[in-house]
């Protein structure tokens, strides 16, 4: 989202950009009245000429905020254009190229709808997407959206907004458990901060905790399984649900 004169605000979007997309100027003014008015004008290069000439102009920028929350030199270049597929409206974009001086990183390319936007303003929107990508990968994996066995347009329309809520309260759950939260790491996978399957975890360990599983209230530890035991299998079952 983005402010505009008047207190209004208008949403703008942002996505990937083909490296051959096609491209063009907008339309010439309309002169005469017969005929369909044009919906593009000249078609310019493609953006894997772009970046193959050795007379484009790169501009040096240092991205703060880069997935890992690292810091990264890239180089870019950009431009406005007419999007066009035969079928489909054209779209005005600002297109943004970009490469990395280092060739650790392919080159890429991006597209938004706000004309007006920085290129660093445009490549900041892009990497902040993958915190909602995230939430989408751990809600399917764990919580199991997009897969329910219903036919009913309307049952997906109850069913996924639930799923959603859940997500929310499990966060909220497992943060005031702060104490239990820990990241569970592995020697081939390690991570420093708790992801949701630690959360969902830390839930699930203190719903099938000891309380819940006594047979005595005056004995808690008088179990049908020796607790060591329980907890063992608690700790296993909470990752693997």
């Known amino acids: 989202m983005r402010k505009t004169a008047g207190a209004r605000r208008h949403a703008c979007f942002v996505t990937r950009l083909r490296l051959d997309a096609n491209l063009f100027e907008p339309a010439p003014e309309r002169r005469g009245g017969r005929g369909r008015p044009r919906k593009k004008g000249r078609k310019l290069r493609k953006l894997t000429e772009v970046l193959t000439d050795k007379a484009t102009v790169w501009t040096a920028i240092t991205m703060a905020e880069w997935y890992g929350g690292k810091r990264c030199r890239l180089e870019y270049v950009t431009g406005t254009a007419i999007w066009y597929h035969s079928g489909l409206p054209p779209l005005p974009i600002r297109w943004v190229l970009v490469r990395d001086p280092t060739g650790t990183r392919k080159p890429q390319a991006f597209l938004c709808t706000d004309l007006d936007a920085t ?123």
């Open 119 to 241: 290129p660093a303003a445009i490549l900041g929107w892009f990497v902040h997407r993958w915190s909602m990508e995230t939430t989408f990968q751990e809600t399917r994996e764990h919580l199991g959206i997009e897969t329910q066995r219903q036919w009913s347009d309307l049952a997906i329309a109850r069913t996924t907004p639930a799923l959603f809520g859940l997500f929310s309260l499990i966060t909220l759950w497992a943060a005031e458990a702060k104490a239990a939260l820990h990241p569970r790491v592995a020697a081939w996978y390690a991570k420093d901060e708790p992801t949701f399957s630690d959360a969902i975890a830390t839930v699930r360990r203190v719903l099938w905790g000891m309380p819940n599983f006594s047979i005595s209230r005056i004995n808690p530890g008088n179990i049908e399984i020796p607790k060591a035991l329980l907890q063992r299998l608690i700790e296993a079952v909470c990752y693997t649900t």
